[in-house]
């Protein structure tokens, strides 16, 4: 059974850096072709596509967002981690870690609301 | 980056009915068009993936077809559990990745 779950701070200052955890289990990076993305939903908005790390450690990054995001894999704890530096109000989101394999999200965690409030 | 256009972005059917969901694509994506369901509070749910296959466990009621800038989602005869948010999403050029806007399904 495949699970994912995103865990982080729920409340962020303007201007400082988020950092997320997405923990999984029930697949491994040793599966060739096997990807961990990121994607957000603003509230009552659209989804939103901001990263992936495949299984080699290639990265790929939203092209209006690279210059803030990082993502990074921990192929022993089964995690992956995404930052967003200078956080600002249109940050505020829920931030989605998902399982990519084949171009689709088959697998998604729960979800990790994230505001961005002084 | 591919836009996707998803309309109409509200559309209201009686329970029992047939409800078709239409995406564009501003570009060809041949047949690399997955689709998605979201209820209120949870995440999305993969439906079909290269246009027209359902995923794992997804009812026969839901049907996708199309290929290169034009798809549709139908769901053949509408269940309560199906009112919900349908996205599309690309996945022939990326990055990015790109969703569209969403249709919400409603009950009239």
């Known amino acids: 059974q495949i699970t994912l779950k995103e865990s982080g701070p729920t409340l962020v200052k303007p201007t400082q850096t988020l950092t997320l955890t997405c923990t999984f289990s029930g697949f491994s990076f040793s599966t060739s072709g096997l990807g961990v993305g990121w994607i957000r939903q603003p509230p009552g908005k659209a989804l939103e596509w901001l990263s992936l790390i495949w299984w080699d450690d290639d990265k790929r990054y939203s092209p209006s967002l690279k210059s803030r995001l990082t993502i990074a894999k921990d192929t022993s704890k089964n995690q992956v981690v995404l930052t967003l530096t200078n956080m600002g109000p249109v940050d505020t989101a829920t931030y989605y870690c998902a399982h990519f394999r084949g171009g689709w999200y088959s697998y998604w965690g729960q979800g990790a609301l994230v505001t961005v409030s002084s | 980056e591919i836009v996707m256009t998803q309309s109409p972005a509200t559309l209201s059917v009686s329970p029992g009915d047939r409800a078709t969901l239409s995406c564009r694509a501003s570009q060809s994506v041949s047949s690399n068009l997955a689709w998605y369901q979201q209820k209120p509070g949870q995440a999305p749910r993969l439906l079909i993936y290269?246009?027209?296959t359902r995923a794992t466990g997804i009812p026969a009621r839901f049907s996708g077809s199309g290929s290169g800038t034009e798809f549709t989602l139908t769901i053949s005869s509408l269940q309560s559990e199906d009112f919900a948010v349908y996205y599309c999403?690309?996945?022939?050029?990326?990055?990015?990745?790109?969703f569209g806007q969403g249709t919400r399904l409603e009950i009239k």
């Open positions: 290269g246009a027209s």
């Open positions: 999403q690309q996945y022939k050029n990326w990055p990015p990745v790109t």
